[in-house]
C-alpha cells in the first residue's frame, strides 16, 4: 500500500498491519518521515525528530516474534516535548534548556516502549506547557491545520496538530487545565485526560502533584482506548498509579454500552461561552437522544472552581519554578512570571481553602454523577481563534482576569479528578472544529469511552481527519 494509503489508515489498522506482517515498523518511520518533509513545514508540529534512535529501537524490536512486540507492535508515537526520552532533546518549549538532552526516559516513555510504542519525535509545546496556545522562542508557533492563521490550542498542540496531518497515528500528550482536550476541540481530534494515576508518571517535585495527567489523542475513539491500553498501568516509582484494569479500554469502545441519562451544560454555571460553541456542541448532545437516551439540562455545582484553580495552579509553578524565576527570570515569558509570583505570595490558609474547595466539588460531581452517566459541555468556549493572540482576552462580552480563566469549563472538571475527552462534533460557519467535552465520574473511563463511541457513530464526524494544511482564509 502506498505511504499515503497508510497515512490516512486508523491505528487499530495498522496495529493489526503490523501483526499481520503486512508491514514493518521501519516501513511505518519511513511513512511518517515523508509525511512530515511534506507537511511539517506550513504547521510546525514536530520540531525534534529522532528517526535514528527510532530505527534503533524498531530493528530490535523486529527481532522479537510479533507476539512479543507488545499492545502497539512498533506503531510510532510521539511525546510532548516536556518530558524526557533518552538521547533526545527535552527544551520544554524554553530558551533555558533549549539544547537539554535527557539522560535517561521517563516512566510514560519506558511504559510505552516496553509496549510496543516507537518513539520518533517530540512534539511542539507552550514553554513549560503554560498557557493553552502553542508557541514558544525555540521553535515557534504550531499553526492550526484547518486555518493556518490559527491557533491550535496547547500544551499538547504539537501532538493535535501532528495527528490531524498525518504526521502521527497516535500521540502523548498531558492535561492540566485542559492541555489534551483544548488542542483535540481545536483541530478537530480526540484527546483524553485519564483519572489521576491511570498513566504512571515520574514523580516531580511532589510525589502527590495531580492536576496534571498524561494521557493519549487519536483520530477516533478506538484509537484513542488503544493508546490509553498501552500507557495505562502501575508503577513503583509513582506511588498513586494505578493496575490494569481485567477488560481492556478498547473492548469497552468496541462494545459501546449506551449511556441511560447524560446531562448536557454550555457553561456549568461558571463561564461565558461563545453562542455559535454553545449552539453547536447543545446539537451534537441532543443527538444522543436518537439512541434512546435521556438528556437533560444539569450541571454539579462547581462555583469555586476559577478561585481553586488560580491557588492551585499558582502554588504548584512556585514548587516547580521558583528557582528558575530566581536564577533565568529574564528568559521566562511573562505568564509564567506571574504564575511563579502568585504561587509565591499565597498563604498556607489560601492553598487550604483551595483544597477544602477541590474536595467540596470532587463530593459533589460524583453525587451528580449518581443521577446521570455523563456530562457533556463545549471543550472549548471559543472556536479557534488567530494564533498571534496569546490567549482568548474575552468572551461573548465579558473579559477575563487572566490568562487561563477562559479555561476553566474544562480546569473544573481537573479539579473534580473526573476523566475527559473532547469528541468532534462539528464545524463553525467557517470551517472550523468544535469539540463536545464528555466527562465521566472518576475511575469510569470505560464508561466514558462506551459513551464517546456511540456518539462518535451517531454524529459520522469519524474520518474527518487526517488533512493536509489549509491556508488561511481571507
Known sequence: MAGQGLVRETACAIVAKL???????????DVLEQRIAEVDGEVNALP????????????????????????????????????????????????????AISAHSDIVVEHLEHNGSVVYAKSNTP????GANTFNEVFGATLNPWDTSRSAAGSSGGAAVAIATGMAWLAHGTDMGGSLRNPASFCGVVGLRPSIGRVAHSPAFKIDRNLTVHGPMARNVEDLALLL?????????????????????????RAPKKPKRVAYSPDLGITPVDPEVAAITRKAAQRF????????E???????????????????????KAELLRNKRDLLKPEVIWNIEEGLKLKVEQIARAEAQRVAMTARTIEFFK?????????????PFPVQNRYVAECAGKKFDNYVEWLGIVYAITLACCPALSLPCGF???????????????????????????????????????????????
Open 229 to 253: 491500553d498501552a500507557m495505562s498501568g502501575e508503577h513503583p516509582a509513582d506511588p498513586l498509579s494505578l493496575p490494569v484494569l481485567p477488560t481492556s479500554f478498547l473492548s469497552a469502545a
Open 289 to 296: 437522544a436518537e439512541a434512546g437516551v435521556v438528556v437533560e
Open 19 to 29: 501483526k499481520a506482517g503486512e508491514v514493518t515498523p521501519l516501513d511505518l518511520l
Open 127 to 130: 514553554e513549560f506547557g503554560a
Open 428 to 474: 463553525t460557519a467557517s470551517g472550523l472544529p468544535v469539540g463536545l467535552q464528555m466527562v465521566a465520574a472518576p475511575r469510569g473511563e470505560a464508561r466514558l469511552l462506551a459513551g464517546a463511541k456511540v456518539l462518535e457513530d451517531i454524529l459520522g464526524l469519524r474520518g474527518t481527519t487526517p488533512i493536509d494544511p489549509k491556508p488561511a482564509k481571507s
Open 48 to 99: 525534534i525528530l529522532c528517526f535514528e534512535r527510532a530505527r534503533t529501537h524498531a530493528k530490535a524490536l523486529m527481532e522479537k516474534p510479533v507476539s512479543e512486540r507488545g499492545l502497539l507492535a512498533g506503531l510510532p508515537v510521539p511525546i510532548k516535548d516536556l518530558f524526557n526520552v533518552k538521547g533526545v532533546r527535552n527544551t520544554q518549549g524554553s530558551p533555558i534548556y533549549k539544547d
Open 298 to 320: 444539569a450541571h454539579p455545582d462547581l462555583r469555586e472552581a476559577h478561585e481553586c484553580f488560580h491557588v492551585l495552579r499558582a502554588f504548584d509553578f512556585a514548587v516547580t
Open 371 to 383: 443521577a446521570y452517566d455523563l456530562l457533556l459541555t463545549p471543550a472549548t468556549i471559543v472556536a
